[in-house]
């Protein structure tokens, strides 16, 4: 069976649509769920741990998460959100540390953001979709 296939949301107990998955060198798992906001959490064992991120659509706000990469140097955790054209940095424990993008069409904006990958020596990947073209942001 697909874990992705199982997974429930855990309020309601209704069935989650989810998008993109990661798993960090701990072995927990981050399922990205486009229609909740949320990002849900799960050990090694797949018990459920905790979730985080908010709908919405201002700043610090999942309109439309699509995609999760994980930073273990660093114990970052990226979510690209497609809507708002940025991305949300959160560390390991949930907490937003800062999101950059934002619409535009220069470098270091994003138009419509659709997949995130972090290399191994922590420079962010981003797929810009509407601009055509993979960014390469260095964190500081």
Same mark, same amino acid.
């Given at each position: 069976?697909?874990? #992705?296939?199982?997974?429930?949301?855990?309020? /309601? @107990?209704?069935?989650?649509?989810?998008?993109?998955?990661?798993?960090? /060198?701990?072995?927990?798992?981050?399922?990205?769920?486009?229609?909740? =906001?949320?990002?849900?959490?799960? @050990?090694?064992?797949?018990?459920? #741990?905790?979730?985080?991120?908010?709908?919405?659509?201002?700043?610090?706000?999942?309109? $439309?998460?699509?995609?999760?990469? #994980? /930073?273990?140097?660093? =114990? +970052?955790?990226?979510?690209?959100?497609?809507? $708002?054209?940025?991305?949300?940095?959160?560390?390991?424990?949930?907490?937003?540390?800062?999101?950059? =993008?934002?619409?535009?069409?220069?470098?270091? +904006?994003?138009?419509?953001?659709?997949? #995130?990958?972090?290399?191994?020596?922590?420079?962010?990947?981003?797929? /810009?979709?509407?601009?055509?073209?993979?960014?390469?942001?260095?964190?500081?």
């Amino acid at each position: 069976y697909n874990l #992705i296939d199982v997974m429930y949301h855990e309020e /309601d @107990d209704k069935k989650v649509k989810l998008v993109n998955v990661a798993i960090d /060198d701990s072995g927990f798992i981050y399922l990205v769920s486009e229609e909740t =906001g949320h990002i849900y959490v799960y @050990d090694e064992n797949r018990k459920f #741990i905790y979730q985080f991120g908010e709908k919405g659509g201002s700043s610090g706000k999942l309109s $439309r998460p699509r995609a999760v990469a #994980i /930073d273990n140097k660093r =114990g +970052w955790v990226y979510v690209v959100d497609y809507m $708002r054209h940025t991305v949300n940095t959160y560390d390991k424990n949930g907490n937003l540390l800062f999101e950059f =993008g934002g619409m535009g069409y220069s470098d270091g +904006w994003l138009r419509f953001p659709t997949d #995130i990958s972090v290399g191994k020596d922590g420079d962010v990947i981003v797929t /810009d979709l509407f601009n055509h073209r993979v960014q390469l942001f260095k964190p500081y």
